[in-house]
């Protein structure tokens, strides 16, 4: 069986095709809800014949921040990536990491095309695909990796693939179900025509921001993903279905977003100069208004972090602060990447800088977010058993971004 390695950690493959799902935003109620109402049959035949779970994501749980860790198999401190922005230490501007520039690390989708697979990456969003597709189209290799976004832009030279629309359909809208719908599409008709047989498939959590698993709105978007989750078992592609953090309801009884404004609160308790930076903030904040449930702080000259990391504590809605050694050993965060404290707010609140900076008037639903340790575990999913080796490791504590190794190396074919 062919192997490839990158990492440390080699990788076995399968003699047919297999795909690795990141369901951005999948919380485990929504496929809880959409199995009990008979929404996604397809899941269901999956799961007869596989095995499903729990792992736990990458803290802060955004979404860069995992699908980087997910693609190359490794925790933030070496990827790299520890938001969608940090404050630069040279420069003290805020800095935006959606390009590959900032990932540390190589990715299993590049040496699993340099091992001669036909990989295709296909994300609902252009920076994603940005952020993670280096190597994919270095010389002598042939990656795919397109975004729904933009793809009717996809060209031969630049992404590997020129024809995206014809076959998988219409560039969809962004902020859209069918944007995701269409990365899985896309997915099978590779493997269909025999293009890909290496695979990772990146939605987008426009439809969990803004309905709880139960709403309708969820619901039917669950059935257009279950379809082609059923196109792709039947191609007999081999599956391993996960996300990069889940979600939950951010607000009080009445419907407003419950926030704290950290920047607010360290004025008013121990004056100005403390800089608040939310990583959520991205450039498609219309549905969560840049509010998620982790900040971090770079605190004013001559501060003392110990006393301030104990005051905040004390707030209602805060429940986890630490220091950025802490943060560093335990969450396994890049130190250079992060501010003096981190701070993690309740499943029901969001932390943000202060209500100026957070545009909350496009909200049209009730506020639902991530960003903190409760929206850190995710579903882990395969199409077929686990060997004696991985289901001890699914027993123990996995992590979502070892999904490609448990796919890999974790079902005997
Ligand atoms: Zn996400």
Known sequence: MAEFAVNDRSYRLASGPMAVVCVDGCEDAYLNVALEQGRMPQLAGILAGGWRGMARGALPSFTNVNNAAIVTGQPPVV??????????????????????????????????????????????????????????????????????????EAKEATHGIGDVEALAGATPEIYSGDASVYVLRAGAALVEAGRADFLYLSLTDYIQHKFAPEEEGALEFYAALDEQLGRLADLGCRLGIT????????????????????????????????????????????HHGALGSYVT?????????????????????????????????????????????????????????????????????????????????????????????????????????????????????
Not at 123 to 146: I, N, Q
């Open 297 to 413: 702080v770079h605190l004013a000259e001559g501060s003392d972090a110990n006393e301030i990391a104990e005051w905040l504590r004390g707030l209602d809605g805060i429940t986890e602060v630490l220091t950025k050694a802490e943060a560093a050993e335990t969450l396994q965060l890049p130190a250079d990447r992060i501010g003096d404290l981190i701070v993690m707010s309740a499943a029901d609140t969001v932390v943000g800088r202060s209500p100026e900076y957070h545009d909350l008037s496009k909200l049209d639903r009730p506020l639902r977010s991530h960003g903190g340790r409760f929206e850190a575990m995710v579903p882990f999913i395969f199409s077929g058993p686990l060997n004696v080796e991985y289901e001890a490791k699914a027993a123990d504590d996995p992590r979502n971004f070892d999904v490609f190794d448990f796919v890999c190396n974790g079902i005997d074919s």
């Open 79 to 152: 990827t790299g990536l520890s938001g969608n922005f940090f404050l630069d230490p040279d420069t003290g501007e805020e800095v935006m990491m959606n390009s590959s520039d900032f990932l540390r690390c190589d990715t299993i989708l590049a040496a699993a095309a340099r091992a001669g697979h036909k990989v295709a990456m296909v994300t609902a969003k252009e920076k994603l695909r940005d952020l993670l597709s280096p190597g994919l189209f270095d010389e002598g290799v042939t990656g795919m990796a397109f975004s729904s976004e933009k793809a009717a």
């Open 243 to 286: 996300a990069d953090h889940g979600m939950n309801a951010k607000c009080h009884a009445d419907g407003s977003p419950r926030v704290i404004y950290v920047e607010d609160e360290l004025r008013e308790q121990f004056g100005g100069g403390h800089n608040v930076i939310c990583p959520i903030t991205d450039p498609y904040v219309v």
